[in-house]
């Protein structure tokens, strides 16, 4: 089973970027190209979302409609990593972001959150 690290997370203003990065070690015979992997997010208060995803490929992403157009995810196989760019940020975009690793499709992995494996959170923070 994969273990997954976020980083990159913290505060920044409205209107400014950040780079959030989820490093994945793997362990027996486990593969990070046979994951689809995903951002999510929980704002306090709220239930967790998938924001973004990206298939094992990266042939196909998904993106929710509150960030398209202003985040990207993208992969490197080679480092076992996962990454999303994160523009335009909003107030509302605050919230602790997960990234999760699913062997199933970019849209069970986003939108029904079966994620196998997921870490631990960076925290999001945007304020004025």
């Known amino acids: 089973q994969l273990q997954l690290v976020e980083s990159g997370g913290g505060l920044v203003q409205p209107g400014g970027s950040l780079r959030l990065s989820c490093t994945a070690s793997?362990?027996?015979?486990?593969?990070?190209?046979?994951?689809?992997m995903g951002w999510f997010r929980q704002a306090p208060g709220k239930e967790r979302e998938g924001i973004s995803c990206v298939s094992a490929r990266a042939f196909h992403t998904y993106y929710a409609a509150s960030v398209k157009g202003r985040f990207t995810v993208s992969r490197d196989n080679a480092k076992n990593t996962v990454y999303l760019q994160m523009n335009s940020l909003k107030l509302e975009d605050t919230g602790l972001y997960y990234c999760?690793?699913?062997?199933?499709?970019?849209?069970?992995?986003?939108?029904?959150?079966?994620?196998?494996?997921w870490g631990q959170g960076t925290q999001v923070t945007v304020s004025s």
């Open positions: 999760a690793a699913g062997r199933t499709t970019v849209a069970a992995l986003c939108v029904s959150l079966r994620g196998d494996t």
């Open positions: 793997a362990f027996g015979f486990e593969d990070f190209e046979d994951y689809a």
